[in-house]
């Protein structure tokens, strides 16, 4: 049974940081991209960052690069971003998902569509 469980969220100032957590499990994470997702009230969702369990390469959308990092931890099946510099536009539900056969290097990762499994998100807030 694949489970995707999204933790890390919380309240941050304008400039803080968080990290989260993305803990994977029942699929070959290997096959995988892991994208990290995010739902600002009233917004659609919007893809920020991917990674391949394969070959880890990495994806971001224009509005987190530089400022945001993902990385992954194999062994332990676990996905983070680490997000620097947050800004009060960076509000909004954090969803993880996985897709079969995502590849960042081809630029791929960041469109809903993509992704089978899904997270029940966890709550950034940035506000001072």
């Known amino acids: 049974q694949v489970k995707i469980v999204e933790s890390g969220g919380g309240l941050a100032q304008p400039g803080g940081s968080l990290r989260l957590s993305c803990a994977t499990s029942g699929f070959v994470l290997g096959s995988h991209g892991i994208g990290w997702f995010r739902q600002a009230p009233g917004k659609e969702r919007e893809g920020i960052s991917c990674i391949s369990g394969s070959d880890g390469s990495t994806i971001y959308a224009e509005s987190v690069k530089g400022r945001f990092t993902i990385s992954a931890d194999i062994s332990n099946k676990t996905i983070y971003l680490q997000m620097n510099n947050l800004k009060p536009e960076d509000t909004g539900v954090y969803y993880c998902?996985?897709?079969?056969?995502?590849?960042?290097?081809?630029?791929?990762?960041?469109?809903?569509?993509?992704?089978?499994?899904w997270g029940q998100g966890t709550q950034v807030t940035v506000s001072s």
């Open positions: 998902a996985a897709g079969l056969g995502v590849w960042p290097s081809l630029g791929l990762g960041l469109q809903k569509y993509e992704y089978n499994y």
